[in-house]
């Protein structure tokens, strides 16, 4: 993963209150050493362990923290992935935050990496959205791609995305085109989100770049691509809105033909993946 967000971890740590663990304070000598291990309790995709290890080390430098497979890797229920060691105080009152932080990532991770496999025989990519966790996004965005998925817009800046209140604020789908060509930088595409066939086929004799399938059941679906591929064949498609990560859905989704599908689900609504601290 990116290097870890130092701030976003001594923010975690504090809100823990961490360097004031009563508990640990109370009942563990200062001078204790311990070792541990970190094990997963269910299979999946872990993501996180940079993020794990720095927040050990933040809070004391002390710690030791040996990672046994690599973040993106597949791992099976009672699985080491990592062994920390060092103070015993300082592993007590790191622990929640750090299990957190690998938890939630691998649950987006494996998440994704379940709806990436439904895909497979398709053209179709899983995408990400802006549904993320605040302050959390690149870690998230960065466990969505180590679970085999790719990464929509980061943030408004990174592309244009003319959605329903966007059109209806400039007065219709042909003038929001219009006022994005003329304003957004050259090398940035256009995409233009569509809830029927007759805005679909409004936004690609507009010069649209993607089009986004917005809510739409699978036959409007395939109607609105077969329409695409007719008259731009290099337009491409992103199918959003509702889909969520059944398998089953995702598999008739991509059969249409859409060369992406969006999902907030794989960061908003990932169950977290559980993972525990055990000492030896």
Known sequence: MPNPPLNLIRHALAEDGAEADITTLCT???EQQAQASIIARQAGVIAGLTVAAATFRELDPQVSFEPLVEDGAAVQVGQVVARVSGPARSLLSAERVALNFLGHLSA???VTARCAQALEGTKARILDTRKTTPGLRSLEKEAVRLGGGHNHRFNLSDGVLIKDNHI???????????LARRTAPHLLKIEV??????????AVEAGADVILLDNMPIEPMRSAVELVHRNAPKVLIEASGNIGTNTAKLAAVAATGVDFISLGAITHSAPNFDVSLEFA
């Open 193 to 202: 989100e569509c809830e029927t066939l007759a805005q679909v086929q409004e």
């Open 168 to 178: 209806k604020a400039a007065g219709g789908i042909v003038q929001a085109i219009v």
């Open 28 to 30: 563990v000598p200062a």
């Open 108 to 110: 987006i991770a494996t």
